[in-house]
């Protein structure tokens, strides 16, 4: 829908290869260049202040200690740490004939480590705004923007020639200069909408619109800008790419970018021009479970496959007002880092300012390092074995959800990434542009928590998974609307889930219940109810899709009809209130399994937490997968769980999670847990030749019944990881 792509200024740049699919990535050939290498990461960021007044033999030597193997060091951008000759580059005014960027990307490079050169490109001086006031950040009302933490700055437009040109001049001269191995650009993709005169420009010459004025997904200009953007901040991400790599073809353009299906850049595509990508989600802050580490690494793995994923986490405090310079709680470090690891986040640790007021932190990441270090060969992993994905949609973030995205699209997937921790199912996440086989072939079961915007021909893709053998698990308006986000006449995915669109969505409902019914033929409550023998009903979401069933389905849950809920006495189902239609929907279709729910059980599950729809969406997810589980853990506790292969070994991670603190950080203390009863997988055709617990530094008894290993880890105090040494 989007053609003739022409701005005359950069056309050239949207040329160029790019780095590898992710499907090339999961061949077990090794990935050319150093990207793979790097176990730990530090990067020490240097305040303008810091040139002469920090002791870098004072960071080489925690470095040295910690078994460091790339750092990242502060370049220019927004301040130059290094004597550029780029015009209008502001140089630190520390930094006198002093080349501080230089002397230690020299000293960390003799002591064998990757170094990347970190720029900046979200802001600059009132010399620049002089010289160049179309380089700057306009507002809707046509104002140029000052940086709104430091006045001293400007914010500058990403899609414009700030960028393209001065960015990329300061790019070229890094390179030039140091020959590093990448170059690491924070804050790259703008700050807001920018309506300066040449994002204008620039987009009526390719839409013949005016910039849009409204949020809206569903404004035709908006939705052209959504477009636009993407395809200009990859055409700047190639740009620099190939300018660094014309220069040093061993190094690469390394966005600070991707994420969730909140993120803004194509995963998709973003996974494909990266090498090796750097989640940087720093801390939690508000509500926020430990687990969303490892969520930042299933969502970057969904399309960077076996590339190296890096987790950027700071000692300081990740919240709204930004205490950078303090530091968390020993045990809040800990238990995020932890969480990273368990899903193969490789940990980097960032600090602000090079000289070091407050140093608790210190201790506590070396501890962690030197494990790591110790460890490395059980952390390298190559595959995971979950057998179970849950589906992110960043279109229907953007086009069902747009400003609700949050509430609409994160919070139904997050309500099921809690269900999955608790019932300590392994999960990988699973991008919806990546739904052929090959990057699904893995995978017993797909979850689509309100993925609501599909195409006729991803909803193909998910036909045919479930036609060779492969389950699905949907709810509320999951295909209802198409990939703009358009709301179509019938579900997309009708067949599968055996209901048609009864032509409304009910909502919010207060007071509203799923009746349980037992299966007629057997007179006995369907898998999908485990657990509920003495519940008569269970609460029901709070908003659900009308539906008509049709062919062959079964409907263990159904809805009650909504009664008041108050005044007090009016608090009863009525008697003579018609059944509801099928609270849930259970079938047989091909090979597969499909499990559809039209409430928004999920989403409400974030909302309430409550017990009942825990069980429901475990036992959907269960009874759809129909197969022994690759890991299980049986004991008390809330555990996040992940299990692995890698070249001689596997690994099941069990991270504590079970805290006051769970939901809302920091966490004051770790609470141990007691025995956890663990069953293994062993792949076919290995040989298990010994197990060993690699916090607790022991090997582990254990009995091996038909392929299936059985031990007791006997407490968890935060993390263990079981390792099994193939013969
Ligand atoms: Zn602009």
Redesign the pocket.
């Known amino acids: 829908m989007f053609l003739g792509y022409t701005a005359a200024t950069t056309a050239a740049a949207l040329i160029g290869p790019t780095i590898g699919s992710w499907a090339e990535s999961f061949v077990d050939t090794p990935q050319a260049g150093w990207y793979d290498k790097p176990m730990r990461w530090a990067q020490i960021g240097f305040a303008e202040d810091d040139p002469g007044n920090y002791d870098p033999q004072f960071w080489l030597d925690y470095f040295k200690r910690l078994h460091v193997e790339a750092v990242t060091l502060n370049a220019g951008g927004a301040v130059a740490f290094y004597p550029t000759q780029v015009p209008f580059h502001y140089r630190s005014k520390w930094l006198g004939n002093m080349d501080t960027f230089g002397d230690l990307q020299k000293s960390c490079r003799a002591l064998g480590m990757v170094v990347v050169a970190r720029t900046d490109a979200h802001a600059c001086h009132q010399d620049v705004y002089d010289a160049h006031p179309d380089w700057i ?2 507002d809707a009302n046509g104002n140029k923007v000052r940086h709104p933490s430091d006045k001293d700055f400007w914010l500058t ?4 020639p700030y960028n393209f040109e001065f960015m990329t001049a300061v790019q070229e001269e890094v390179m030039t200069k140091y020959m590093v191995d990448g170059i690491f650009t924070n804050r790259w993709a703008g700050s807001g909408m ?3 005169e ?2 204008q420009k620039n987009f009526r010459d390719v839409s013949s619109m005016d910039l849009p004025r409204t949020r809206n997904p569903q404004d035709p200009a908006r939705r052209q800008y959504i477009v636009w953007r993407q395809q200009r901040l990859f055409e700047l991400w190639r740009l620099w790419n190939s300018r660094i790599q014309h220069i040093n073809p061993n190094a690469s353009y390394i966005a600070n970018a991707g994420g969730g299906a909140l993120s803004e850049l194509d995963m998709k595509t973003v996974g494909e021009l990266a090498p090796t990508l750097f989640a940087d989600r720093q801390g939690r802050s508000g509500l926020m479970p430990p687990w969303a580490n490892g969520k930042n690494g299933k969502e970057y793995r969904a399309t960077m496959g076996r590339k190296a994923i890096v987790g950027i986490f700071s000692m300081g405090l990740e919240d709204k007002y930004r205490w950078k310079d303090s530091v968390q709680s020993d045990d809040e470090i800990r238990l995020w880092v932890a969480d990273g690891i368990a899903h193969d986040l490789r940990p980097w640790f960032t600090k602000f300012d090079c000289k070091v007021i407050d140093s608790r932190w210190m201790p506590v990441v070396e501890d962690l390092y030197k494990w790591h270090a110790a460890n490395s060969t059980y952390l390298r992993n190559e595959r995971s074995l979950a057998r179970v994905g849950l589906v992110y949609s960043q279109q229907t973030a953007t086009y069902y959800g747009g400003d609700d995205a949050r509430a609409k699209v994160e919070d139904p997937s997050l309500g099921f990434y809690q269900a999955l921790v608790e019932a300590r199912i392994p999960f990988e996440m699973v991008h919806d542009q990546l739904l052929d086989p090959d990057h699904i072939r893995q995978f017993r079961t797909l979850i689509l928590p309100n993925i609501a915007a599909l195409s006729t021909a991803q909803c193909k893709q998910l036909e045919d998974f479930v036609e060779g053998g492969g389950s699905l698990v949907a709810t509320y308006e999951t295909s209802l609307y198409n990939e703009w986000g358009v709301r179509q006449q019938n579900f997309g995915l009708a067949s599968l889930f055996g209901v048609n669109y009864a032509g409304k969505v009910e909502g919010p409902m207060l007071n509203s219940y799923l009746s349980l019914n037992k299966d007629p033929s057997s007179g006995q409550y369907h898998a999908l109810l485990k657990d509920f023998d003495n519940a008569v009903r269970i609460i029901n979401g709070a908003n659900q899709v009308a539906v008509t069933p049709f062919g062959e389905g079964l409907y263990p849950l159904q809805v009650v009809d909504t009664y008041p809920d108050l005044p007090m006495e009016e608090v009863f189902p009525r008697k003579d209130a018609p059944r509801g239609q099928p609270g849930a929907i259970v079938r047989q279709a091909g090979k597969g399994r499909v499990v559809y729910l039209p409430g928004d059980i999920d989403r409400t599950f974030w909302e309430t937490l409550n017990f009942d729809q825990a069980r429901l969406l475990r036992n959907a997810v269960l009874w759809a997968t129909d197969e022994p589980a690759p890991l299980s853990v049986v004991g008390k506790g809330v555990l996040d769980v992940s299990v692995w292969t890698q070249k001689n070994s596997m690994t099941a991670h069990l991270v504590n999670l079970t805290n006051p603190m769970m939901m809302k950080g920091p966490i004051r203390e770790i609470i141990p847990i007691t025995a956890q009863q663990v069953k293994l997988q062993i792949p076919a055709g290995r040989r298990v030749k010994q197990v060993q617990l690699l916090v607790a530094g022991t090997k582990i008894h254990y009995t091996n019944e038909e392929g299936v290993l059985h031990l007791e880890v006997p407490s968890i105090a935060l993390h263990e990881v079981v390792a099994v040494d193939f013969a």
């Open positions: 950040m306009v437009c990403a899609l414009g920018c309506y300066c040449h994002c």
